[in-house]
């Protein structure tokens, strides 16, 4: 970065904060990262700060500069900021070099032109994951200074590109350096508070000049030729200016040829309205006043525009701007004013209604100019209300253009007038909601509830319904959503003689995926949603309708525990098609049920399928639920670190976005594979850590909870705790009428506990109905848990002989935790019988597989028992991966199947300072030199990829 103004004068006053940006810019150059905040009132001098900053550079630095400000005029256009940061790569209008969109960066092309027209991204991340990769990119090819000014007009899709490259900066050769405004005590703007928390402590207040640098400064800047200035003129000057040194170069500029004591009076006089005063004495003249107006209400346009708003010829424009600039009201060099301060004076100088109708005119201009919709409607946002029908249509395709940026905020703010202007508008209501739900979902249902009074026909109100339902799951109203699509049914019910056709089927196919959806989601609705289900007719699944209805209904047929084969038949049919073509309900929701009948093999490999896809979607949200459900798969197949791997994952995946509140499921599984692994404690710690509301009402995750406090408080010796919780666990999953045994076999876990504590009488009701269930489900899994649980109740040599069938049913299923149970119960009650010989064998085989696959509690007691039996076994060691952490791991996978560093820091969602981390302290744990000895120590352990 050359210093292109060599003439630019020296700031007075500002040597520490400017030594302070300095030090970034030289930490960037250094392959460094380094964040600067400036922040201060307005007119105290941080825009000259960043000037001096971006006119030098350390010598023989090659710096790229990228560099934009937020602007009040384009504050509601969604990455405005971003197009103007990287508009000088030519990248949004194809001209600029390919090799810089290439990976994830490809996905920032959205943001980057302005007329995008591509494939709506599900929510804003994939556009903010590319931005951050182009960055990348960009830092591979010199070091980078993106400086930024006037955040607090930063849009939001901007704002948010920048908190994310901050969350990711380490190890890049990056200095952001932004500047905003604040308030008279220094207060950051409500919306900047994320950011600045995330600074912390680079935060550098731009404080007023003190005396003697308001003397320097006007003598350097002024026609006073006397050093020091008399106090009089001295203490006149700080009065008014109160110490900004924009304030004090107007203000001694205004003062001309006089003398002393004129000076000190003018000073007076003209006080902190000098600005106005700048206004009111060179902003007079119709031509000039006319297009300073213009440029205040539309910004730095093109001549024509100017023209045609303020009806002066092109000509005189050209002569207006050029007495503008000379004046010291426009800066040099562009159509714009010198301060936004000046802005705000010309404003001030419109009458309401003059000010009101120069908007008008001006969105009317710049739409006729063909300017983008999102650069109109932040005109239109200004006027007091949408009063004409083609305002209405500008702000509905700034709508759809911020959609397809995945900015939602700007989608929700273009909206909101048009709804002013149009109550009644069913549609535009829905988008709105639709706009707000992932912000704002509380708002978004009351939107829809609006909607659904207002809907003109019973399809428009099903319409609303289904996204009703579907909005009130993230608001935890999901019973209300789901009553209101039972009403609508049975209206439609109602209407189904005069209706029959293709049309009305797909509609009524909707409403009943969502009611299932809805319905099974909290347990006060599972019953009546399942009783409604027997009514429902089995889709065929040829539409996503079909598939998602599908799909819901084999969860509720697994629910009901009647037939795994027939669940899995259905769950199949919703897998023939592609998942790229199917929503993340129906694919997780096939999963689960594909798992529970224990094809865990299968429901796998549709879940890495979905891994896939979110990479390649830059899909974090959809990866992180992925990962997160296919968490709970490995610890079933005993592979405890691979689940401790992707429950990990998914938690730091959701833990650097705004989702990170909504992490139960990886937590719980988590816990449960610290509990495997003889941690009850830290196990416990990570339950008490949940934080979602009302977790006793859910279906799933609250009986998923139960069962992992359960047995982590059994290992700590809380046994009654222990066994409240299984029986809580029973009484809630009957009372939801939720039947099949393998959800959460609280029945066998606590039979268990009741026979070690001699009360083996007091399981037999439990284990009854336990076995009951288990043969109605019908699979290995079921059957072998029911036989352990009717083993360890039953004295004498039956108990062992229950055992040893239930090792042999177990062996053919993927459980390989109950296998470890049923060997471990079957070497313990065949020593107590007194065979020790014949106990050796079975416990032997449960420590071995127990160690392998990481279950160290069980392997230690298994280990225990056959030293009693007067066996002989190493201590379990584990895997020789096990000094790795989870996040290692995850790396170490990758980089032993050939993927480069980039391509790891994509796959995982990371950045790459964080995979050179990962891979050095790997190096240095497992004592290899480089990713050959890496692979020889993977080969011969287990390592989960993903």
């Keep these: 970065m050359s210093d292109h ?7 007075v006053g500002r040597d520490v904060e400017s030594a302070w940006l300095a030090e970034a810019l030289v930490a960037a150059a250094a392959g460094e990262p380094a964040v600067r905040l400036l922040v201060g009132r307005a007119g105290i001098g941080k825009s000259a700060l960043l000037d001096q900053l971006c006119d030098t ?3 023989g630095a090659d710096v790229r500069l990228l560099r934009a400000r937020g602007r009040e005029q384009t504050a509601d256009v969604s990455f405005a900021v971003v197009r103007d940061l990287f508009g000088p790569l030519g990248l949004g209008s194809g001209a600029g070099s390919p090799e810089l969109l290439e990976g994830g960066a490809r996905w920032s092309m959205s943001a980057l032109a302005e007329d995008f027209a591509g494939a709506d991204p599900d929510n804003v991340y994939p556009v903010l994951h590319g931005l951050y990769w182009l960055t990348v990119n960009l830092t591979t090819q010199a070091p980078l200074l993106v400086v930024v000014d006037d955040l607090q007009w930063c849009d939001d899709g901007s704002l948010a590109f920048l908190a994310f490259l901050l969350r990711r900066c380490a190890g890049l050769p990056l200095a952001v350096v932004l500047a905003t405004r604040t308030d008279e005590t220094g207060t950051l703007p409500a919306r900047l508070a994320g950011i600045g928390g995330q600074i912390g402590v680079d935060v550098k207040q731009v404080r007023p000049l003190g005396r003697a640098d308001i003397a320097r400064l006007a003598v350097a800047r002024g026609p006073l030729d006397a050093e020091p200035l008399h106090a009089d003129l001295l203490d006149a000057l700080a009065e008014a200016s109160g110490g900004s040194p924009l304030l004090v170069e107007r203000l001694v500029a205004e ?3 006089v003398t002393r004591e004129q000076a000190t009076g003018r000073v007076h006089e003209l006080g902190r309205e000098v600005l106005d005063r700048l206004v009111e004495r060179h902003v007079v003249a119709p031509d000039v006043a006319a297009v300073a107006s213009a440029v205040a209400v539309v910004g730095a346009e093109a001549t024509d525009v100017l023209a045609s708003l303020s009806g002066v010829p092109a000509g005189s424009v050209k002569d207006a ?11 040099p060099g562009r159509t714009d004013f010198r301060h936004d301060l000046l802005r705000s004076a010309v404003l001030r100088r419109l009458p309401e209604d003059r000010l009101t109708e120069l908007r008008r005119r001006g969105a009317r201009v710049l739409s006729d100019a063909g300017r983008p919709a999102e650069s109109v409607a932040a005109v239109l946002l200004a006027l007091p209300e949408i009063s004409e029908p083609w305002m209405a249509d500008v702000l509905l395709e700034a709508a759809t253009a911020a959609g397809h940026r995945g900015a939602q905020p700007a989608v929700a703010r273009y909206l909101a007038p048009v709804l002013q202007a149009r109550p009644h508008d069913v549609g535009v209501r829905m988008r709105l909601a639709a706009a707000l739900g992932q912000t704002a979902p509380d708002e978004a249902v009351r939107q829809l509830r609006e909607a659904l009074d207002l809907a003109p026909d019973l399809p428009t109100r099903a319409r609303v319904a289904v996204q009703l339902a579907m909005t009130s799951l993230a608001v935890q109203q999901a019973p209300e959503g789901a009553r209101i699509l039972q009403d609508v049914l049975d209206a439609l019910d109602t209407a189904a003689d005069t209706d029959s056709g293709p049309e009305a089927t797909e509609l009524r196919t909707h409403v009943e995926a969502a009611l299932l959806v809805a319905g099974l989601d909290e347990k006060s609705t599972v019953a009546e949603t399942i009783a409604r289900l027997r009514r429902m007719s089995v889709p065929a699944g040829r539409t996503p309708a079909e598939r998602q209805k599908l799909a819901m209904m084999t969860v509720a047929k697994a629910m009901e525990g009647d037939g795994a084969d027939a669940a899995v038949e259905m769950a199949r049919r919703v897998l023939l098609v592609d998942e790229a073509t199917l929503g993340g309900w129906a694919v997780l929701a096939s999963s689960l049920v594909l798992r529970l009948a224990d094809e865990v093999e299968e429901s796998t490999a549709v879940l890495d399928r979905l891994v896939t896809q979110s990479r390649r979607q830059a899909s974090a949200w959809t990866y992180s639920l992925a990962i997160g459900t296919r968490s709970a798969n490995q610890l079933l197949v005993g592979d405890l670190a691979g689940a401790e ?9 959701a833990e650097q976005e705004a989702w990170r509140g909504n992490t139960v499921v990886p937590t719980i599984a988590l816990a449960s594979v610290r509990h495997l692994q003889g941690s009850p404690e830290e196990a416990l710690a990570l339950l008490d850590g949940l934080s979602r509301p009302r977790l006793e009402d859910f279906a799933w995750e609250y009986h998923l909870y139960l069962m992992t406090r359960a047995g982590a408080s059994a290992d700590t010796g809380d046994v009654e705790v222990a066994l409240a919780l299984y029986r809580r666990c029973g009484q809630s999953l009957d009372a939801a009428g939720i039947a099949n045994p393998m959800l959460a076999p609280w029945w066998a876990h606590a039979a268990v506990l009741l026979a070690d504590t001699g009360r083996a009488a007091a399981a037999r009701g439990m284990v009854e109905l336990g076995e009951q269930s288990a043969a109605r489900w019908g699979t290995a899994r079921s059957r ?13 040599p039956g108990g062992p002989e229950l055992l040893d069938e239930a090792v042999a049913v177990l062996e053919n299923s993927p459980a390989r935790m109950e296998l470890i149970l049923a ?5 313990r009650a065949v020593l107590e019988l007194g065979y020790p010989e014949a106990a050796r064998e079975h416990l032997r085989h449960a420590a071995t597989l127990a160690a392998r696959c990481g279950a160290l509690r069980a392997a230690t007691a298994a280990r225990e028992l056959l030293v009693r039996a007067g066996g002989r076994m190493r201590r379990p060691t584990g ?10 791991r995850r790396v170490v996978a990758l980089a032993v199947d050939g993927a480069r560093n980039r391509e790891i820091a994509e796959a995982l969602f990371i950045t790459l300072r964080t995979v050179e981390v990962h891979l050095t302290s790997a190096f240095r744990k497992l004592g290899v030199a480089d990713r050959a000895g890496l692979a020889e120590i993977v080969s011969g352990a287990r390592v989960r990829r993903g």
Excluded at 5 to 11: A, D, E, F, Q
């Design 5 to 11: 103004s060599p003439g630019r004068r020296r700031l």
């Design 57 to 59: 550079r350390p010598p």
């Design 255 to 257: 003062l001309g040829p």
């Design 321 to 331: 701007v050029d007495i503008l600039v000379r004046t010291d009201v426009f800066a």
């Design 645 to 653: 791997d992707d429950a990990q994952a998914a938690l730091d995946v």
């Design 784 to 796: 072998g848990l029911a036989l352990i649980a009717r083993g360890v109740i039953t004295p004498g």
């Design 823 to 827: 060997y471990l119960r079957l070497g």
């Design 879 to 888: 895997s020789p991966l096990d000094p790795l952490t989870g996040a290692e």
